[in-house]
């Protein structure tokens, strides 16, 4: 099987109908990876779940751990342009050759699994497979994103060291619940005993929930905002700089990674980071120099010029307000013009509302990936119009794209958002196709 032929058989397993009556889904996970022989349970692990800021938190664990000298696997979701990031070894994702013969390696178990369980999915498989990367490659620790939930997610078969939810919001509704408590509580089905749960909850009716069941199971809470507070903030153009005070000591924290929320996930990952065993916890000075060196594409990823582009991923509610946030505090004063795609199973009109909150100009589009369809760009347009915002929709992109930057003055700014998609589509493009 070579790189080709193994996307080809992934992209074929993606449209699972999914519901929260499918109990079977995490035992079929724990079958899966009994067929291979377990990988999970040869590391230690980082376990982070939540509606906003999990991949973020994720990514600035990962980076500590390595800045002290770990070798750290990092698996989070989704990839912006190859499913081979969904493994991630030191940052560098998984070379295309070695995750085509180690699917092909997976084979056998995958159909003795199906034959009993029904096929992996997409994301299970993907899951699976950054797994057994990590324990060929014998990483110190690894740090697993959840996918979905928690409660049924796939990563659940792991043991972590700690785990942490970074937040609770309205995503996903379909599957986890109607309401704050019914998300909250498939979420904190990450809760184990005896391992610290670190939690950076808003919602007071969100985080009883979370408190109940983590007293249920034995595992210790800790309140992130308690346990390491933000001070001394001091926002720039291009960067922040901000301290982090806890009970272990001061974080002088200058970073690329700008808004309001990288502060707060930032907290989160001292929080869990501090909760490490000794063999495994990070210095001060590691952490800074981590931070000090990270971005993370597609989260406030910005392209100086004029107009200045933003790409970000706020494909929720929820996300969609810290991004408007995000652009009052580096951007005040100026204005903003949002070229939007969403995915047609996301609150188009909730996201289109918390954009809207900023002066903006829209320009509505869709995004071209296998297995995922967008809103329709005259859909997004109609809904934007019922709150009283109004722009042209291009079914091309690189069209919507290039009419944002012919329409945009000077020193202002573009922002691409509102899928996942449509900033790994966009984002590579910028500024040379337009």
């Known amino acids: 099987m070579d790189f080709a032929a193994a996307e080809a058989y992934l992209l074929a397993t993606i449209n699972e109908t999914v519901s929260r009556r499918m109990p079977y889904r995490l035992e079929r996970m724990r079958a899966f990876m009994h067929e291979l022989g377990d990988p999970q349970d040869?590391?230690?692990?980082?376990?982070?779940?939540?509606?906003?800021?999990?991949?973020?938190?994720?990514?600035?664990?990962?980076?500590?751990?390595?800045?002290?000298?770990?070798?750290?696997?990092?698996?989070?979701?989704?990839?912006?342009?190859?499913?081979?990031?969904?493994?991630?070894?030191?940052?560098?994702?998984?070379?295309?050759?070695?995750?085509?013969?180690?699917?092909?390696d997976m084979m056998p178990a995958i159909e003795r699994v199906a034959a009993e369980h029904g096929r992996p999915t997409y994301y299970e498989t993907l899951l699976a497979l950054a797994f057994m990367h990590f324990a060929h490659e014998r990483v110190d620790a690894a740090v697993i994103e959840v996918g979905l939930g928690g409660r049924l997610d796939g990563t659940n078969v792991i043991t972590p060291q700690v785990a942490a939810i970074t937040s609770i919001g309205y995503d996903h509704m379909d599957v986890l619940g109607d309401t704050l408590e019914e998300i909250a509580l498939e979420k904190a089905g990450i809760a184990k005993p005896g391992v610290p749960l670190v939690i950076a909850v808003d919602d007071e009716g969100a985080r009883a929930v979370v408190e109940r069941e983590a007293a249920a199971v034995g595992a210790p809470l800790v309140h992130a905002r308690e346990a390491v507070r933000v001070a001394e903030v001091r926002t720039l153009r291009d960067a922040q700089r901000f301290t982090l005070e806890s009970a272990r000591g001061r974080y002088e924290i200058a970073t690329a990674l700008l808004g309001e929320f990288q502060r707060a996930n930032a907290?989160?990952?001292?929080?869990?980071?501090?909760?490490?065993?000794?063999?495994?916890?990070?210095?001060?000075?590691?952490?800074?120099?981590?931070?000090?060196?990270?971005?993370?594409?597609?989260?406030?990823?910005?392209y100086p010029g004029d107009p200045t582009?933003?790409?970000?991923?706020?494909?929720?509610?929820?996300?969609?307000?810290?991004?408007?946030?995000?652009?009052?505090?580096?951007f005040p004063n100026r204005h903003v013009t949002f070229v939007v795609a969403i995915g047609e199973s996301k609150d188009a009109r909730?996201?289109?509302?918390?954009?809207?909150?900023?002066?903006?100009?829209?320009?509505?589009?869709?995004?071209?990936?296998?297995?995922?369809?967008?809103?329709?760009?005259?859909?997004?347009?109609?809904?934007?119009?019922?709150?009283?915002?109004?722009?042209?929709?291009?079914?091309?992109?690189?069209?919507?794209?290039?009419?944002a930057r012919r329409g945009a003055g000077a020193g202002e700014v573009i922002v691409v958002s509102g899928s996942t998609f449509i900033v790994a589509e966009l984002r590579t493009r910028w500024p040379v196709a337009v």
Do not use: C, W
């Open 309 to 330: 582009a933003v790409f970000d991923i706020a494909h929720n509610a929820e996300k969609a307000a810290h991004l408007a946030a995000s652009l009052r505090e580096s």
């Open 350 to 403: 909730e996201i289109l509302r918390a954009f809207a909150s900023v002066p903006a100009s829209f320009v509505f589009t869709a995004f071209d990936a296998a297995g995922r369809h967008a809103t329709p760009p005259e859909r997004l347009a109609s809904l934007a119009a019922e709150i009283g915002v109004h722009g042209p929709a291009f079914a091309d992109s690189f069209e919507a794209l290039a009419a």
């Open 267 to 302: 907290s989160t990952a001292v929080a869990v980071l501090e909760r490490l065993p000794a063999e495994l916890r990070p210095a001060i000075a590691d952490v800074e120099r981590a931070f000090a060196e990270l971005t993370i594409p597609g989260r406030m990823e910005i």
């Open 42 to 104: 040869a590391y230690p692990t980082i376990h982070i779940g939540g509606t906003s800021g999990k991949g973020s938190t994720s990514t600035m664990i990962a980076a500590a751990l390595q800045a002290s000298g770990r070798r750290v696997g990092l698996h989070t979701k989704p990839h912006l342009r190859s499913m081979t990031e969904r493994a991630r070894i030191d940052g560098a994702a998984i070379e295309e050759a070695r995750f085509a013969r180690l699917l092909d």
